[in-house]
């Protein structure tokens, strides 16, 4: 009902231009024909596309200026309201284009409004200050519900309320024509409706993101068991796995919003953010922020807005922002190279991260707290945030145990663990990781076993980036000391991260 009663609400404004952008055509146009009719007094609807014109007199056939002075012209008893289907595709067209400016000034003064239906959200520059966007949303779950009600009549069949309610949430978020075709499918391939409709719903949903081209499904293959040391963090998710069940709605708890992990480069950040979605069971989404950034005037909100849509349509779940500090670099900092796009992308993300109170998890990265906006870091954003700094021994024996059990799970007790542990100060787990996988190459090319000894001459040749970026990581542990995250070791925690600070001004040479 809120599409219409905003609809309304705009027309009754005299708002002379509104956008729709919708793939759903027919569903929208029943929508603005239950405006036009509810309107006291009704009114008057007139529909144009390219190839017929108006309905009815067939004006402006194949020319959409044309259709534009007819509006001018028209001088209708009401109100009225015309909606163009095919108009988008020239708003780039100079004649047009002024055609819609002029006609903006005479609508604001008349009672006709003009609706712009597009299945895509493009608005060229000089038209933005003109058009009014308002988007469909997705059906709601009475809607689906209806439409499920109608289908299961159809085919004759009944489904269990459990059933029923399971397959209305796996279609939570898909436009209506997509459910039906999901239905249909359904219906085609076990010749009834039931739970199994469920994957195909959900397969739909994965089409869905895939065509956002800004979030992808992530494979989560990574896993806790994957991640040597960061116990704290570790403790942290592990307490809050069940956190998304109805479990814990009964009990009282809200959904967790989100964690931000902030730290040094190939400490493991990343792979925790990734690890989180298979330890709590979800799937992973990870937002391109390069993707939702060009474009048109107007298309990266509007692909922001998309993302956050069926973001929350797919909760629950866990959404990767992955360096979010480069993502937005600059926003903030009075720096506006895009016109002021990525501040405004940034602050409805902001926005949505603070109000939301859906089933969608942020595990956001960062590098640098340098570059990130201030705002990020304001409570109420994230549950937490956590600093991830270099690894302590004890941390780089499990680093080193996770990296060697992966590569020979039978002969883990060959390798000096403590050895290794002592002499890779200063590393990060990427470069443990790399130590490893070198010293295999120079075994291998010997075609024999490698050995500690291998890993430790590995190890020799590596320059570990605490030693070329320490005055970057200095920073980074300065401002983690200042109190405003946690750390996510208990080793950093009880060094109180101040006899690491200074550690670092010695790391090895
Ligand atoms: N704590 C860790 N335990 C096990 N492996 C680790 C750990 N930290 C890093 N690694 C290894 O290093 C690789 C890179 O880690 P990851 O991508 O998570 O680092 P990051 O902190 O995100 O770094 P960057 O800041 O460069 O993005 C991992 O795939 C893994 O092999
Ligand atoms: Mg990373």
Redesign the pocket.
Known sequence: MVFEQELDLLVRSSYPIIYIPTPEEERAEQMIAYVAQSGTPARALHLWDFIEGFEGTGVGRNNPVQALNEIEKANPDGPAMFVMRDLHRFLDDVQVARKLRNLARHLRNSRKTLIILSPTMRIPPDLAEEVTVLDLLPPSVDEIGQELETLLEQVKVVLTPGGQDALVKAAQGLMMARIRLALARAVASYGRLDERAIPIMLEEKKQRVRRTEVLEFWPNAETME?????DILKRWLEQRAAAFTAEARDYGLPNPKGILLV??????????AKATASLWQLPLLRLDVGRLMGGLVGESEAKTREMIRIAEAMAPCVLFL??LDKGFAGVGSGFVGDSGTSARVFGTILTWMEEKTSAVFIAA?A?SVETLPAEVLRKGRFDEIFF?DL?SER?RR??FE??LSKARPNRLRDFDLEQLAFQSEGF???E??QAVSEAMHMAFDQRREFETEDILRAMSFIVPLSKTAGEHIARLQEWAISGRCRPASSDAAQAGLMGQLFGAASLPG
């Open positions: 994957d991640i040597g040391g960061l730290g040094i480069q190939g400490t493991g950040k990343s792979l925790s992955d360096e990265t590098n991830i690894p941390e499990e680093i996770v990296h990060n787990g990427a443990i990781a």
